[in-house]
């Protein structure tokens, strides 16, 4: 084994994060890693990356033991690189000066070898099957293609083991097939990759092996080829009736009256050209899909409405009052709330803690004659940690130290406390488990049921399909068609976009 994990403990705050954990990995092997929110998968894979100290057991490499204590550099050393979800990348630099940062440039005569490195680069991406100009400044790439030069990066030096970490969130399906047919090269080259995710279709199509987390501990580990989807949601849930299948309350089949108009948008476009005259209408009891591929316009579409992204034109009606200059606060004030795709980077602030997460759209409901009220503001956050549900050891405790999971619904939280009429959602439950991707369904379909507004931006078809009324479709910044959510395939919103890409391109 190239990998071999006995009873290895962490604690954070005498809670365990990890609890006697096993777990093995072998050379050239596709490993998946699934479990809820809180299961402890991003713990594991931050010990094996030396960002964490594991309290005890042990971890065998090639049959040697590893110290207790390492450092990423010396993990690295090893053969072992770690792609986040979120990359870590220098916007301002190229693909190649990202891939060639933190290794020794190749000097002659006191001269730096750009060439030689370019070379280097440019041969170690054909060797893995990506193909992409590397030379291009990486804020000028895609979501797909930023991960690619991580990768490359990774393999620069002589890795072992690659650990993927939510590689597929935000990638559209061509995006993510770029990145499956990478993974399979690696492992027909002898490398090993570890693959953690949420998408469990992902989990069946890749992976040789697939390792079950529960609160810290080992459920299973099952040969793929041997398991199903609805086995692996059942062990990961505890849950003998779990199927990962939307039930009755939280589909689009759940009871709930449509009503007026509560958000109308007309003409709408973006300084920076992206959205281009967009109309929409979102009614209240009801939630409105929107899908798109890659570079569509959705996420900047949210963003004019809310007022982050400003407007050329056009003009924005909440219950039927108008502006052509939204901001945010105006919004909030307006009952507008916004969920937006980046959440660590935009929707929080990590090293706040989860009380002071949740009151920043709404810390002047709890100040009075300018002092804060904390009190008040306790009760109505440990209100919030008990309706959805948050694993946090308590209301002071940072918000970076809880899961993905348990962090978006603090987001959540964050927006309930304005009292929004209008929900903005976008990819909202990018990288969370299947319990917590029915539990934000439910919360929002019993939000349309109390009469607000959600406009649901996914790049998860069918999951769109699962949970909203009617399906507006975007493509090159424009709504090209709204669909009515009976009996609607998949293939026909696929459709609409295709027709609209060959129209762009006639």
């Not at 293609?145 to 990774?154: D, P, S, T």
């Not at 989860?354 to 804060?372: A, P």
Request: hydrophobic content about 40%; overall charge neutral; proline content about 3%.
């Amino acid at each position: 084994m190239l990998l071999d994990v006995k009873s290895v403990d962490k604690k954070f705050n005498g809670v365990y994060a990890l609890k006697g954990l096993d777990f093995s990995l072998g050379e050239g092997e596709v490993h998946g890693l699934v479990g809820e929110n809180g299961a402890g998968k991003s713990t594991f894979i931050k010990i094996l990356g030396g960002v964490y100290k594991r309290d005890g057991g042990n971890i065998l490499w090639n049959g040697k033991d590893l110290p207790e204590a390492i450092r990423p550099e010396e993990s690295r050393k090893l053969g072992i690189n770690i792609i986040f979800q979120d990359n870590v990348l220098i916007p301002a630099f190229t693909g190649m000066e990202n891939i060639c940062l933190g290794r020794p440039y190749p000097v002659k005569g006191g001269l730096i070898q750009w060439k030689e490195m370019e070379r280097e680069a440019a041969a170690k991406a054909a060797e893995l099957g990506i193909h992409l100009d590397l030379k291009r400044p990486v804020s000028m790439m895609t979501l797909a293609q930023k991960k690619c030069v991580e990768i490359v990066r990774a393999m620069m030096s002589d890795c072992k083991l690659l650990i993927l970490d939510e590689p597929t969130a935000s990638l559209s399906d061509k995006e993510t097939n770029l990145l499956f047919s990478i993974v399979r090269n690696l492992k027909a080259k002898g490398t090993s990759v570890l693959y953690v995710t949420h998408r469990l279709e992902e989990i069946m199509e890749l992976t040789d092996r697939v390792t079950v987390l529960r609160n810290g501990t080992l459920v299973s580990t099952v040969d793929t080829a041997g398991t199903s989807r609805k086995e692996l949601v059942r062990l990961m849930s505890g849950n003998e009736a779990a199927s990962g299948v939307e039930d009755a309350e939280t589909g689009k089949d759940a009871e709930g009256k449509i009503g007026k108009t509560a958000l109308e948008v007309h003409g709408i476009r973006s300084k920076d050209g992206i959205v281009r005259g967009v109309d929409l209408n979102v009614k209240s009891g009801q939630i409105t899909g929107m899908f798109g591929l890659c570079g569509s316009g959705r996420t900047e579409f949210l963003e004019c409405i809310y007022g982050t992204r400003k407007l050329a034109g056009g003009e924005v009606m909440i219950d039927g009052k108008t502006t052509t200059r939204p901001t945010p606060s105006e919004s909030i004030r307006q009952g507008i709330a916004f969920i937006c795709e980046d959440r660590r980077g935009k929707a929080m602030i990590p090293a706040f803690s989860v009380e002071e997460n949740m009151m920043l759209s709404s810390i002047d409901r709890y100040t009075k004659s300018g002092w804060f009220q904390k009190r008040a503001a306790d009760k109505k956050a440990m209100d919030m940690i008990e309706a959805l549900k948050i694993k946090c050891v308590g209301v002071s405790q940072p918000a970076k130290e809880l899961s993905g999971g348990n962090q978006q619904k603090v987001v959540f939280a964050k927006a309930l406390l304005t009292e929004p009429s209008i929900w903005l959602c976008d990819e909202p439950t990018q990288a969370v488990d299947v319990a917590t991707r029915q539990e934000i369904h439910r919360l929002l379909r019993e939000e349309a049921k109390k009469g607000k507004a959600v406009l649901y931006v996914s790049s998860d078809l069918t999951e769109l399909l699962e949970v909203a009324d009617e399906v507006a479709v975007m493509a090159y910044g424009r709504v090209r068609k709204t669909f009515e959510n009976k009996d609607l395939k998949p293939t026909d919103v696929l459709a609409c976009c295709y027709e609209a890409e060959r129209e762009e391109s006639d």
